[in-house]
């Protein structure tokens, strides 16, 4: 396997030497996976179990680079816990944090105004018992590895755990570009 890597600077410059790499490996897994028959569920295990490996190893609350580089999207329900940890009527929240006009453009009711996300204070979550639901999930991997890929693969140059899953799944799937 190869080496876990942390450092935020050595991840973004492998990333980027090995960006078009990486797209080709997405295409691989989007396309040629169903191809050669195999089950999405097999990539998701296969998935799981190399981030069960890697996500012990990543403190994001020292790391925060998702929370400084990447919109976060909001739903309706994430309003009020975040209006309860902020201790402000959710009317509040909306008019202060929220950005409308972004929403259609990630697919999402909302986005928080700018980044890096407001409710970063250093590298942790100021408000993290009612941050957002896709702060919670985030990187989400799993369920529908496959479908999720080029959402997963924007992340790759900012997020340890990212990086290194897939860095190892390529060496688990035996990937060599050709």
């Known amino acids: 396997m190869p080496p876990l890597i942390t450092d935020l600077e050595t991840i973004a410059a492998q990333a980027a030497r090995q960006r078009d790499d990486t797209l080709a ?12 028959g195999r089950a999405d569920t097999e990539l998701d295990a296969l998935v799981d179990a190399i981030a069960a490996s890697v996500t012990p190893h990543i403190n994001c609350t020292s790391c925060a680079n998702c929370c400084r580089s990447l919109p976060v999207g909001l739903i309706p329900d994430d309003i009020a816990p ?7 009527p959710p009317k509040q929240v909306i008019a202060r944090y929220v950005d409308h006009r ?9 986005t928080f105004a700018g980044s890096p ?3 970063l204070a250093g590298s942790r979550c100021a408000v993290y018992a009612g941050r957002p639901q896709a702060c919670r999930a985030y990187p989400a991997l799993t369920p529908d590895f496959r479908w999720l890929i080029d959402d997963i693969l924007r992340g790759v140059d ?5 990086f ?5 799944l390529k060496v688990r799937l035996d990937w060599q570009r050709e």
């Not at 490996?25 to 050669?36: K, S």
């Open 25 to 36: 490996f997405g295409y691989y897994i989007d396309i040629m996976w169903d191809r050669e």
């Open 117 to 119: 996300c407001p409710m």
């Open 82 to 88: 975040l209006a309860d940890a902020l201790h402000v």
């Open 158 to 162: 900012r997020c340890p755990i990212i």
């Open 164 to 168: 290194n899953v897939i860095e190892r």
């Open 102 to 110: 972004a929403g259609p453009r990630w697919k999402e009711w909302a």
